[in-house]
């Protein structure tokens, strides 16, 4: 108890850093991947510092930065976590606007030249893919429906030429981003 008392403000600084890492990665561009990769990175320069601070004997400021580094420690579990559950909803509407397209395809004998032709008609309305401001959309882009993945320039989603799901690499997202639905 005594140690979380002395280490408040270290703690409270960390969670604030992290919180704005997650907002930054995946509330703005949905790569949530890279704020993990980069919480991790701070949580082992705390860790080095603690290290390096409890070698020279002062044990006080060594509990400031190890309990920053297991803060942000923490925080990598969290980025992990936001990531996985975008991605599965994602995977989840591309599946509903997927069936949407196969639909459109059975009636009119050709893919949609375009999302928005699928609503209202086959679908109320075309959802966003993912919770983020930015690259939160679903494109239609090489005859696929995708979505930005949770890596930088890599895509999932729907070929309408095979009827799979997938990968589909970073060919056709700088087409789809020019142009979304």
């Known amino acids: 108890m005594k140690f979380i008392k002395e280490s408040k ?5 960390a969670l604030i850093v992290t919180g704005g890492i997650l907002l930054a990665s995946e509330g703005l561009f949905g790569e949530g991947l890279k704020g993990a990769v980069a919480t991790a990175g701070l949580s082992g320069l705390f860790f ?5 601070t409890y070698i020279a004997g002062k044990k006080e400021l060594c509990r400031g930065f190890f309990s920053s580094a297991a803060v942000f420690l923490l925080g990598v579990g969290v980025h992990v976590a936001a990531v996985k559950v975008n991605t599965v909803m994602a995977q989840h509407r591309l599946g509903v606007i ?4 196969e639909s459109y395809k059975s009636k009119y004998g050709k893919r949609p030249d375009s999302l928005n032709v699928l609503a209202p008609e086959f679908i109320s309305s075309i959802p966003r893919a993912k919770y983020t401001l930015m690259s939160g959309q679903f494109y239609l882009a090489d005859s696929k429906i995708m979505f ?3 890596m930088p320039f890599m895509t999932y989603g729907y070929d309408l030429t095979t009827g799979k799901m997938g990968y589909t690499g970073s060919k056709g997202v700088f087409r789809a981003l020019a142009r979304p639905l």
Not at 48 to 52: E, M, T
Not at 98 to 101: E, F, H, I, Q, Y
């Open 48 to 52: 080095a510092a603690a290290a390096i």
């Open 98 to 101: 997927a069936s949407a397209a």
């Open 148 to 150: 930005v993945g949770p």
């Open 9 to 13: 403000q270290s703690i409270y600084s």
